[in-house]
């Protein structure tokens, strides 16, 4: 039988000097089979103050696609992973993520980030597909 494997990482985004702007995500892996769910295990959290949304990303042929955030306490899921994927939490201070019914496809590395929200912010800002990010620690794990 085929073994599903996920890799997640933990990333640092710092704002000035301060060590309490930090972003942890847990597990830094997960494995499961086809056809079982991620059901709230991949947890990400932050103490950065002011910053109300949380980011998800997955890695995808050396690009980071977006997979959609959390502001506050309403979800925003990409249209291409809807009814896959979804997040609940509080962008404020964390985010857990469940893909429903995995498959091979969804094998891979995934991200998130803190992000500061604005009523003047563009919706359009947070759905491009970026190319890299310097130097993300990360763990993959192929299955057997």
Not at 51 to 57: K, M
Request: net charge positive.
């Amino acid at each position: 039988s085929y073994c599903q494997s996920f890799c997640f990482s933990s990333v640092l985004f710092t704002a000035g000097a301060s060590d309490t702007t930090r972003v942890d995500q847990t597990p830094p892996f997960i494995i499961k089979r086809t056809g079982q769910s991620v059901d709230s295990e991949i947890n990400c959290a932050h103490s950065i103050t002011d910053y109300q949304q949380i980011l998800w990303y997955k890695q995808d042929k050396h690009k980071l696609k977006f997979l959609g955030y959390l502001n506050l306490d309403n979800p925003n899921t990409e249209d291409d992973v809807k009814g896959k994927i979804s997040f609940k939490g509080d962008g404020r201070k964390h985010s857990n993520f469940t893909i429903s019914n995995v498959s091979l496809n969804d094998s891979g590395v995934y991200f998130c980030a803190a992000s500061y929200h604005s009523a003047a912010d563009s919706p359009q800002v947070n759905t491009k597909t970026f190319q890299s990010i310097p130097n993300p620690r990360h763990t993959r794990l192929s299955g057997p």
